[in-house]
């Protein structure tokens, strides 16, 4: 009977808790922290919202996606992103397949009215960059502390960017199932357990050839 009582214990214990993230590092622009930073790359021409791009030594597929604005490409090679009004607002991305990263950096350039503040947000935590400049580069990006981003995402409070390039993603792996995800399975293992165990005890009470009997 214990051995049952903890079978099912352990997953429904899980299926409350939710993970506690590490304190995440971010920066105006990342350390690597060993991982290797691939570049984002992006064909000409896209219109749209969203448009993809695809990392270069890993292959994986990058989506950006925009609450304010219908996006452009404007070369090809490193990702550069503008919008179709000229005024780039907002900006979100993640890897194609769920697939997670510890590390990112990107750089906003030239702010059409200077300075204004971006907040960056992600599934690990958020982030406020007060008073970037508006004559050129504003490198943006964080490293996780062995945790995995999933989505991350900026906006503007003034009047834009005139693009978002040079996006760099690091640490790039499966992301780690959530603890939901974890309670689930757990579950599962222990049904399965159970039900094996309730079966072998009925084998044994009728006798079948082989098995011995109960005492």
């Known amino acids: 009977m214990k051995a049952k009582l903890l079978l099912f214990a352990t997953p429904l214990a899980l299926v409350g808790v939710n993970p506690a993230h590490a304190a995440v590092p971010f920066k105006d622009q990342t350390l690597n922290n060993g991982a290797v930073l691939e570049n984002v790359l992006i064909g000409n021409n896209q219109t749209g919202n969203p448009v993809?791009?695809?990392t270069n030594q890993s292959g994986i597929g990058v989506i950006f996606t925009s609450g304010t604005?219908?996006?452009l490409t404007s070369a090809s090679g490193q990702a550069v992103i503008t919008a179709l009004d000229g005024l780039l607002n907002s900006v979100g991305f993640s890897l194609a397949?769920?697939?997670?990263?510890t590390n990112f950096e990107f750089d906003l350039q030239?702010?059409?009215?200077?300075?204004?503040?971006v907040t960056l947000t992600t599934n690990l935590g958020n982030h406020l960059y007060a008073n970037l400049d508006g004559s050129g580069a504003n490198w943006i990006?964080?490293?996780?502390n062995g945790e995995y981003f999933t989505s991350v995402s900026w906006s503007a409070s003034g009047s834009g960017f005139d693009n978002m390039k040079q996006l760099r993603i690091g640490g790039i792996a499966a992301a780690v199932p959530e603890a939901s995800t974890w309670a689930m399975m757990l579950l599962g293992l222990g049904a399965t357990g159970w039900a094996l165990r309730r079966r072998r005890k009925l084998n044994v009470a009728v006798g079948y050839p082989g098995m011995p009997r109960l005492a």
Do not use: C, E, R, W
Not at 97 to 101: C, E, L, Y
Not at 110 to 117: A, I, T
Not at 141 to 144: F, L
């Open 52 to 54: 993809t791009g695809t």
């Open 69 to 71: 604005d219908t996006l």
């Open 97 to 101: 397949g769920g697939v997670g990263f």
């Open 141 to 144: 990006g964080a490293a996780s």
């Open 110 to 117: 030239k702010s059409l009215s200077s300075p204004q503040n």
